[in-house]
């Protein structure tokens, strides 16, 4: 048996989709257990690039992909995405999804809008993808779930009951159930033989002895609850989201693969202690292609943040992290880690709970030598720069974490097993 988590372990958009893929190559299942059509992961393999936001990385290789129970799925966007895959010769047969996932609709995607437009200042920078509201409706049992979605007379029934709430919350609404049911209703229809109750599937799967790879989607310092609230998302993007939001337990997971960059990005807004800019910023943004792979925003640059990451370690329990983009860092003279921060002169060593203070922080930094040598055609730690080698070494002491995979660059060639996941 092996269950194995490849978890964002800093704000998102660490590079998850490329090691799903690379790992999934070893795997019978891959699951996503949280998120929506929010998230984006680019895969890049023959030449080929690919960007997915609800159909999990492992797509390409996987014997079966799952979207589980913890996810919120816009059935438009997940249709329109298994069209995309066909075009491009890409099976997608193969897809399973949970009864139990909750459906995103039109009117999530206005409320989303309506929402960030009153907080005015003080918005949070969503994607205006519905991601949250969906998540509000979840949580406050007035949801439709994918099983509901796909017999259309309950369907029917629950937007009758559910619209009329949401128009009384938010009058600017100005959808009607009629429109809702004929557009989605037919949706329903495409996507009714791939619902099932996946929990009994991964279960089987256990059982069997079977590879399941687990993906989360955006990163642990955007968890709702140990992330740097309130610029979060709305779901658990750590390994402790898995067993909520896969309906497996907790003795099935036996691998949890932190997933950082040779730096941090962030995107949106919320507190951000080791943030450059200007031509620094300018330089790595653009040799990273740092930009949003569903908004296109500018990502947000900063120094590698050992704080954050030792912070996702202990959330995930992660065994072992996977280093990306590390030939980004190639020209810079000299490198910077953020190795703790200091709060009102006393020195912490972990994110403060409240926005307020975490605003207040000053990165402590220890400075590194850089390289300047071409490192995109290594294929082991020991092709790399002396310079190099000592700035993995040292984030693996700073993070007590071994690195277990480093990439420098896209392709999955550039992908260095040092110790094997599965």
């Not at 790399?384 to 993995?392: H, M």
Request: aromatic residues 8%; negative net charge; charged residues 25%.
């Amino acid at each position: 048996m092996a269950g194995v988590v490849v978890v964002g372990s800093q704000w998102g958009d660490e590079g998850k989709g490329k090691i799903t893929d690379y790992l999934s190559q070893q795997a019978d299942y891959v699951v996503r257990y949280q998120g929506g059509n929010n998230a984006g992961h680019t895969i890049e393999f023959n030449g080929k690039k690919f960007a997915l936001r609800l159909i999990p990385s492992g797509i390409f290789n996987a014997k079966t992909v799952v979207l589980g129970n913890g996810m919120v799925i816009n059935p438009k966007a997940l249709l329109e995405e298994m069209k995309y895959l066909n075009e491009a010769g890409i099976q997608t047969d193969h897809i399973l999804i949970s009864d139990r996932a909750h459906l995103t609709l039109p009117y999530h995607i206005e409320i989303d809008g309506i929402q960030e437009e009153r907080r005015g200042a003080n918005s949070i920078g969503t994607t205006k993808k519905g991601i949250g509201p969906t998540y509000v409706d979840k949580y406050a049992r007035i949801g439709i779930r994918i099983g509901e979605f796909v017999n259309e007379a309950l369907f029917l029934k629950r937007l009758q009951e559910v619209l009329p709430l949401k128009k009384q919350e938010f009058p600017e609404l100005n959808f009607t159930v009629e429109e809702i049911f004929e557009e989605y209703k037919e949706y329903a229809k495409i996507i009714k033989p791939m619902v099932t109750d996946t929990g009994l599937v991964l279960d089987e799967a256990f059982r069997e002895n079977k590879k399941v790879l687990f993906e989360g989607a955006q990163g642990t310092m955007l968890d709702i609850d140990y992330g740097t609230y309130p610029f979060v998302t709305s779901s658990h993007p750590g390994a402790n989201g898995v067993c909520e939001g896969a309906g497996i337990g907790p003795t099935n997971i036996q691998t949890a693969i932190g997933i950082i960059k040779a730096y941090t990005t962030r995107v949106g807004a919320g507190a951000f202690p080791t943030e450059i800019d200007g031509e620094l910023a300018h330089f790595i943004r653009e040799a990273g292609h740092e930009y949003g792979t569903v908004t296109k925003r500018p990502r947000r640059i900063g120094w590698f943040d050992a704080v954050v990451v030792n912070q996702s370690r202990r959330m995930s329990g992660l065994t072992g992290v996977s280093l990306m983009l590390l030939d980004v860092l190639t020209g810079l003279e000299t490198l910077k880690i953020c190795t703790a921060y200091s709060l009102d002169g006393k020195i912490i060593h972990a994110l403060p709970s409240t926005i307020s203070e975490l605003e207040r922080v000053q990165p402590i930094y220890e400075e590194m030598p850089g390289w300047k040598e071409d490192i995109t055609q290594v294929r082991s730690f020991a092709e790399l720069p002396v310079a190099c080698q000592n700035y993995l070494r040292r984030i693996e002491e700073l993070i007590h974490c071994p690195i277990q995979i480093f990439s420098v660059g896209p392709d999955r060639l550039q992908t260095i097993i040092l110790k094997e996941v599965f």
